[in-house]
Structures are given as C-alpha cells and as structure tokens.
DNA sequence: CTGAAAGCGCTTACAG
DNA sequence: CTGAAAGCGCTTACAG
C-alpha cells in the first residue's frame, strides 16, 4: 500500500496525495481532499516512515545518550526518571525516542554521524572530557546535568550547588559543628563538585574549618564486602556527627551498613542524601535530603531539544532546576 | 557525502561500492576493496540509514512496548531492569532501541504498521486485553511476561506459579497457618494470578483451607494516607501471622506502614516479597523474597526476537527464568 | 570482475 | 487546481 495506490484509487496523482498528507492543500479543492482524506482512511494506509525520512532528510526520532555507568545503564532510578520525563514529551509531539548507552565518550561522536536522529540529549557527561565541542556545531543537541564553562548549547540540571549548600547548613543548623562529605570520584567540573562547592561553603560561612582530606571521602562502588573501602568509612565517620552524601543512593547503601556496624541513624550520627528518590521514604529512619524534580528536568530537555529542532533557535542556554530540603528523620538536633 | 563521492573519488561505479560496503565481495577485485575501504575511512563516509532502510525495507531497529501503568512508565525498577537487559542485547547486535509507553493496548495496533521497526518486544500484556492476535502475524514480536493460552508468539516469563509456591511455602515450614495474599489488582490469566495460584496450592498442599475473601487483598496503589485502604490493610492482617506479596515494591510499602502503626517485622508479622529488587536489600529488616533474574529475561527477549527477524524461524514459544527463594530478615519462624 | 539501470516510497519545485 | 519529473541515497538483479 503506497502513495500511488491511493492516488489510483482515488483518481488523481501520486502527488496529489502526498499534497494533502502533508497539508498542502493551499493547491488542492476540497473535493479531492475529501476523497483522499476517505482513501487514507478505507485502506488504512500509513506513509512509509523510512521513505519519508530519506525525502525529508529527517526522522523524528530524537536520541538520548546514557554513559554506561557500571555496567547498566537503567538501573539508577534517577536515568529511570529522566526518561520518563523525556518521553513523555517525545511522544506527544509525535517524534520517537532512540535509547542508547555507551561505553566510552567517544563514541558519541560515531553515533551522531551514524545514527539518523533530528537532535540528541546527552546525559551526565563530564564537560572536559568532551574536546572536539564543534562537532556538535551542526546537530541539535542538549545536555543534562553536564558543567563545562565552554559548553555553548542549552544544559538542563539542577542546582546543586545550592542544595548541597542547604544540606549542609541544614546540618549545621542542627548544631553540627564536625560534618563529612562522602561522594563517588569527584570530577571537575561536575554535579559532585559543584555539591562539593555548595557544602565547602556552607561551613566557610559558619567559619568552620574544612580540608580535603579530612572532610571528604570519595567512594568509587560501595560494597559492604569491601574491608579496604568499609575500613575506610568507619575511619571518616568516626569523629563527626553529621555527613551530608552526594546522592541518595550512596547514602542509604552506607547508612545500612553503619546500622548493621552498631551504629543508630540519627542518634549517632546524622546523614543528609541529594536526590529524594522514592527509595528515600521507604527506608528506616526516612531519609532527610535535596529534591530535585527529575522527571521535570527530562521534561525541559525534551521540549528545548524540540523547540531547537524545529523552530532552529537556541534559547537560554543554562537552564537550573531549583531544589528544596526535605526533612525526615535523618538527622538529629544536637543541643 | 555519498556513495557515489567514494565512487567518484575510487574510479567506479557507487554499486561496486555499495557491494564492498556489504560484504558482497565475492564480486570484487581484492584491490577494488582495498581502495574503496581506504577511501571510506579517509572521508569518514557513513552510509545514510534512511536509504538503508527504505531499499532494504529494515530498520535495524527494534521497539519496545510499554504500557503506561500509573503515570510514569520507567519508574518501576522492574522495568528499568528488563530495557537494561534488552539494550544491552540489542546494542551488541548492532540493532537500535526505540521505547514507547502506551495508554491503551489498542494504540498497539497502531504503532505496529506506523512504526517503522523490524520487531518489537512487548511488555507486561495481559492476555485478554489483547484480542487482534492475527495482526501480530507478520511482524516479529515477542512478548515478555505475558500469559495468554493462546499467544502463539515467543513469550518470555518467569516461573511465577513456582517462585509464588516456594515463597507461600517458606512461611508454611517455619510454622505459619494462617497467611495472606496481597496483591496489585489481579487479571486472569496474568503474572499475578499465577502467582496466586502458586500461593493457594501452597495452602492446599499443607490442607489449609483458603477462601479468596479471607485470604487475598487487592490494592490499586498504596497509599499511606488513604484510609479506606489502610483500614483495609490493618484489618486483612489483624488475625494473620505471614504475608505473602505479589511484588516487592508493594511488600515495601505495606511493610513501611506496618511499621509506622506498631507492628514489629517479623515479630509480630512476617513477610515474603516477589522480585528481589535492589532495594529489598536496603530496608529494615532486609526483605526475604522470590529472585528472578529480570535483566536475563531482558536479554533473552531481544536474543530470541533477534533470531526471529534474522533467520525468520521461531524457537521455543515459552521460555521460563527461574525464581529461587532468597531468605534474608522478614520471616520469623513461628515455634 | 565491473557497471548501467531500475527500484524502494516519498517530497518538492515547476509547468500548465 | 493538478500532474509529470527529478531527486533523497541506497540496493540488487542483470548484462557484459
């Protein structure tokens, strides 16, 4: 069933109809409208979506990119939430949504030539590992999550320097006077550096003493069975009284294990997330922590991938989501 | 850039190209190759996927069906767990991934013929729901979780009669007699009443009588702050010492708002999940619960549906994961 | 071993 | 208001 099957159906040329499918019709009378609109409609006949992409040199379908972190790419619930936020948007303007993840950064450069999608998001990428930035000069293209001073195209993400600030004093609040930063590896710059950044100052401005190797501990996987990394822990935490962590996830794996090593969350030690993912509230005490609308951010990228792809302008380039403490029982007041 | 720009710069014809680029080299002069390949990589020439596709009538791509339960179609780890599976599959097989969530089953139908994919997998469809079988005939599809005697298509599942028999029977051996069953709202045929049914054989064997007023609990979604339900719950469990779950997200919840209104885990109650999510390892106490390995099941989908559309054969129609009983901490056992 | 030709199903000037 | 023609970039018999 093509094109030219209705036309001879209908009695006019194949053009006729390619006129009225893609509303043309400034050129046709609405009699043969309605005959083909009818045609379309008895036969059930659906453009063929590859032929139209080779004529219209474009495919409807947007790419997103997930750095394969460990191995799969779905199981942190926050790429869960972003695509969900990006697909919905997808889908009701009527484009389709290409998944990909991949294992070194440089193959994002094969795919954009390769792979025949009208834009592409790209998540969570460390900016200075991205050199050759004029490649994506011709493609419509966003970011999430990505901080690259040189990064000149639109980046969704979230503030995280300022809710790791409020984190932090959240803590300090609560009379804290000896906090604890624990992360996985810190890039620079980074979401976690810039959390880093927000936590550093929120004890500068209560004139408390930080130092690197004292007040921060980088993580790259736990594993409660990991005596090199859990000794590690147990060392870091021991003379403070509040730890704020970079991700909710990390933070409700290490709670656990400080919980079956005899300590009491929070009597004995205080523990902020970032994330408010779902997984928050379910576990005991219910975690205090940074929200940020996840599904919100994937919204946003979507639509400004849309809005660049069809309408060719760039709007604001940097585009934060704002976060909010959420308090629960994490964390204790001390008098 | 073109083929017929690798023709030109090599000095033949772009269907000699065309032959090399596809390894229809039997035709060709080795030095032919050798200098339309030089010339491929000096131009970093990449073929156009859309004339691909629309002369070979194929995609290289492969979507995948969600339907759209509660509003967020990705948020459920279960699903983030099988894409990972299926993309890893996929990805190495030189095959895209296009995802799509659904809000009603006949949009299937749709996307079917508009849609231009050489197969697709789709998920957790309950049977009945699903009456055009026939036009599923000419597309490779398979199906993941979904039981329906009259699905002649690969099917992928999990043994969710047995996974459900071993968790019901776990409670009986440690001396519980009277259990219940509480489950999402239960189709038929459907992952879920398998499970059930896994759960009252369990009780017939032992001779415990079951009858489904007294022994199931329907939930649409929990929600702690809704009475009717909650009342529902604390009434269902007053005169019972195990709970059996279809789900270990909904065992979580439930197990959560138990908690928070006096109960005692596994004290006074003991509690069996389904799934072994991540997060059942992460509560307090850590959730005992039915393994199923979803991310295989992942990866077997796109394998079979893979071999479908290369080599046009179907295999095994019902192919079974198997579940295995993971005992951790919310089970007591009764004297 | 190589190439001229037709075709995949659509879109889009352009002529009438 | 309608249609003949060329083109999108590739593949695939088929002739030589």
Partial sequence: MTIRDIA??????????????????????????????????????????????????????????????????????????I???????????????????IKKYEDIYQLMTNWSVDG??????????????????????????????????????????????NAASHLLDNGHKSLGFISYPIDYPSVLSMRLKGFKDALNQKNISFNSSENILEIGKFNPNDTRITNKILNFVKNKTGICFSADILAIEVMEFLKNNGYSIPNDISIVGFDNLYLSTLVTPKLTTINQDIVKKGNIAAESLINMIEQHKEEQLNIKISTNLVIRESVRTLL
Wanted: overall charge neutral; proline content about 4%.
């Fill in 83 to 101: 695509l969900t936020g990006i697909e919905s948007v997808i889908s009701s303007n009527n484009y389709y949504l290409m998944v990909k993840s």
């Fill in 120 to 165: 592409f998001i790209i998540l969570s990428l460390v900016g200075h590992q991205l050199p050759k930035l004029e490649k994506f000069k011709d493609v419509p293209v966003v970011f999430i999550d990505t901080y690259y001073d040189e990064l000149k195209h639109i980046n969704v993400g979230s503030n995280d320097y300022q809710g790791e600030f």
């Fill in 8 to 81: 001879k159906a209908v009695g006019v040329t194949h053009t006729t109809v390619s006129n009225v499918i893609n509303g043309k019709t400034n050129k046709v009378s609405q009699e043969t409208i309605d005959k083909v609109n009818k045609a379309i409609k008895e036969f059930g006949y659906i453009p063929n979506k590859n032929a139209r992409a080779l004529a219209n040199n474009s495919s409807k379908i947007i790419g997103i990119i997930f750095p394969e972190a460990s191995g799969n790419f779905m199981q942190d619930p926050f790429h869960s939430q």
